[in-house]
């Protein structure tokens, strides 16, 4: 039987696949984005291993749903990542559009020194 798909899981694919593509063996910024909170992980898919990651479970500043929060632990996740000697990353948004807390997450990362 056929599954179909919703417009989340279809962005998803795309994206992963594009990324495949393209990566050159580099390290991959994945993120997740829910109601209350967003997560950012450094993934080394070569040796199936997280490098690094940050998520505005670990801060007591409250909630994760806002724009400030989500630079935040962008900024995190590059000094963790830099730390353990990753600087160049894919950016993997998932299903989410690149837009408000995700483009802001990404943004900070940047600025904090990792580069895609």
């Known amino acids: ?15 992963r696949t594009a990324l495949k593509a393209r990566s050159g063996g580099r390290a991959r910024l994945s993120i997740h984005r829910s109601g209350r909170h967003i997560y950012a992980q450094v993934i080394d898919d070569a ?9 505005t479970l670990s801060s007591h500043e409250g909630s994760g749903a806002n ?5 935040e632990v ?4 590059a000094e ?11 950016f993997d948004r998932g299903g989410f559009l ?15 020194g990792l580069e895609f």
């Open 67 to 71: 724009v400030a929060a989500a630079s």
């Open 98 to 112: 690149y837009h408000g807390r995700v483009k802001a997450l990404a943004d900070a990362a940047r600025a904090a």
């Open 1 to 15: 039987m056929l599954k179909r798909l919703n417009l989340f899981e279809k962005r998803r694919l795309r994206n």
């Open 80 to 90: 963790a990542a830099k730390a353990a000697g990753v600087t160049q990353v894919v």
């Open 74 to 77: 962008g900024r995190r996740v």
């Open 47 to 55: 040796a199936g291993r997280t490098v690094a990651s940050a998520s």
